[in-house]
């Protein structure tokens, strides 16, 4: 793919996806892992008029269609220098941030550190740690031994 296109026209004249391509390297996992300039991450191009660009958005634009206003490309591949148009999508910023947070969270637990099922019914979610369920089974065994260890301190030694 690199190097299919040889134009020797200046940088400007060929096409951004011309150029963007000259700058990629294909991976295993079919990434077209963009070698040019990066921001955050990011690959950045000059496109046809001289403007800083992200590449990813210039090849999804020119390859897949325009992205909508208030959208955002969200990388299915979660490699942010790949720039392969079927590994990006344009999504709202909203659903951006929940792949994104659902991707690094990794799969939700389904059960307590001591094995009890997180079930609706058995878990919830306090006001004070809104990221974590508890378990209702572990938070009442907690209680409990609060409760004991008070009585413990209250009553007097013999």
């Known amino acids: ?53 992200r590449a990813h958005r210039a090849m999804y634009e020119r390859r897949v269609g325009p992205i909508p206003d208030g959208y955002e490309v969200d990388h299915l591949c979660f490699n942010r220098s790949c720039v392969n148009p079927a590994h990006l999508e344009a999504v709202t910023p909203e659903e951006n941030k929940r792949r994104a947070v659902d991707h690094y969270r990794g799969p939700q637990r389904t059960t307590c550190v001591n094995g009890h099922d997180l079930t609706p019914e058995n878990c919830y979610v306090p006001p004070s740690h809104p990221t974590g369920k508890v378990c209702r089974l572990c938070e009442l065994e907690r209680n409990r031994r609060r409760r004991a260890a008070a009585r413990a301190r209250r009553s007097p030694s013999s």
């Open 1 to 53: 793919m690199a190097g299919e296109f040889t134009s020797l026209a200046g940088p400007r004249a060929r096409s951004v996806v011309d150029r963007i391509l000259t700058l990629v390297v294909e991976d295993d996992n079919g990434c077209w892992q963009f070698t040019g300039r990066r921001s955050l991450g990011y690959p950045q191009i000059s496109d046809e008029l001289g403007r800083t660009v």
